[in-house]
T-cell receptor, first 113, second 112 residues
């Protein structure tokens, strides 16, 4: 079945540091890939997505590229802020419409001033 | 306007009770979902409905019964609550898999 593996946290960075959160996946067919963010005490927000190989999703300074050859979708940001502290989830959905998301276990990011 | 709303936001109840969580979306989406997030933040699909029809039931105990009176609503009823049911329950909706799912704010259920 489909699965997502993301790096264990927690990750602690100083403000303005470079962020990478690794995500790899196993899936049949051509899944869509997503990053969701969960701020403390809140629900999940869609951060960015990519629907086919070599697509780059980007939002709020974050970006991730769909790499079919390495089955990866790593999240990056060039300069993190304290307000980026949250839990980040990598997820995929199958290549047929409206299939449920399969999530990674989440990576907690703490950014200190 | 809230796209996906859930009520209540917090629910504290005793073992053995029956409770319901409600979800509504005003996005016109055809598909709605319930996910469970455990204490370690792991998210797992429970149910999926498309146009009021159940399409996915992921080995959830039959104490959990979803009901979709129309495609804008998906409620979750839980009978005989157990300690292990304590979690955050998220409702979500989507229109096609490519756009991603929109999540509600979650309902934190605590069973004592």
């Amino acid at each position: 079945g489909n699965s997502v593996t993301q790096m264990e946290g927690p990750v602690t960075l100083s403000e303005e540091a470079f962020l990478t959160i690794n995500c790899t996946y196993t899936a049949t067919g051509y899944p869509s890939l997503f990053w969701y963010v969960q701020y403390p005490g809140e629900g999940l927000q869609l951060l960015l997505k990519a629907t086919k190989a070599d697509d780059k999703g980007s939002n709020k300074g974050f970006e991730a590229t769909y790499r079919k050859e390495t089955t990866s979708f790593h999240l990056e940001k060039g300069s993190v802020q304290v307000s980026d502290s949250a839990v980040y989830f990598c997820a995929l959905s199958g290549d047929s419409g409206n299939t449920p998301l399969v999530f990674g276990k989440g990576t907690r990011l703490s950014v200190i001033a | 306007d809230t796209a996906v709303s859930q009520t209540p936001k917090y629910l504290v109840t005793q073992m053995g009770n029956d409770k319901s969580i409600k979800c509504e979306q005003n996005l016109g989406h055809d598909t709605m979902y319930w996910y469970k997030q455990d204490s370690k933040k792991f998210l797992k699909i429970m149910f999926s409905y498309n146009n009021k029809e159940l399409i996915i039931n992921e080995t959830v105990p039959n104490r959990f019964s979803p009901k979709s009176p129309d495609k804008a609503h998906l409620n979750l009823h839980i009978n005989s609550l157990e300690l292990g049911d304590s979690a955050v329950y998220f409702c979500a909706s989507s229109q096609g898999g490519l756009a991603g799912q929109i999540f509600g704010p979650g309902t934190r259920l605590t069973v004592t």
